[in-house]
């Protein structure tokens, strides 16, 4: 069983900067694929970073520039650094994981980022 604990939620102004944090529990390795989604009420869950098997990560179009995802392998957390914020990134963002031996998917319940003057 795998547990993700997601904190580093909150309000912020335009242009402000927030890192996310989602501490893993569990039977994680390295290989298994992390990200961060986020959704806002009434739309669909869109994938914001993500940390590949191969170590690589990738980015929304909306992210990219602006968020830097990274992952602390030793302590299980997976980071998302997020800067030049705008209203339109408000959202819960949520951590997910793959658990490549096992093909389980794990979601945390996610931290709320508000965006607002």
């Known amino acids: 069983q795998v547990q993700l604990v997601e904190s580093g939620g909150g309000l912020v102004q335009p242009g402000g900067s927030l890192r996310l944090s989602c501490a893993a529990s569990?039977?994680?390795?390295?290989?298994?694929?992390m990200s961060w989604y986020r959704q806002v009420p009434g739309k669909e869950r869109e994938l914001v970073a993500t940390a590949t098997s191969l170590g690589t990560t990738n980015y929304a179009d909306s992210a990219r520039g602006r968020f830097t995802l990274s992952r602390d392998n030793a302590k299980n957390t997976l980071y998302l650094q997020m800067n030049s914020l705008k209203p339109e990134d408000t959202a819960v963002y949520s951590c997910?994981?793959?658990?490549?031996?096992?093909?389980?998917?794990?979601w945390g319940q996610g931290t709320q980022v508000t965006v607002s003057s």
């Open positions: 997910y994981v793959l658990q490549r031996r096992t093909g389980n998917a794990y």
């Open positions: 569990g039977s994680i390795f390295s290989s298994d694929p």
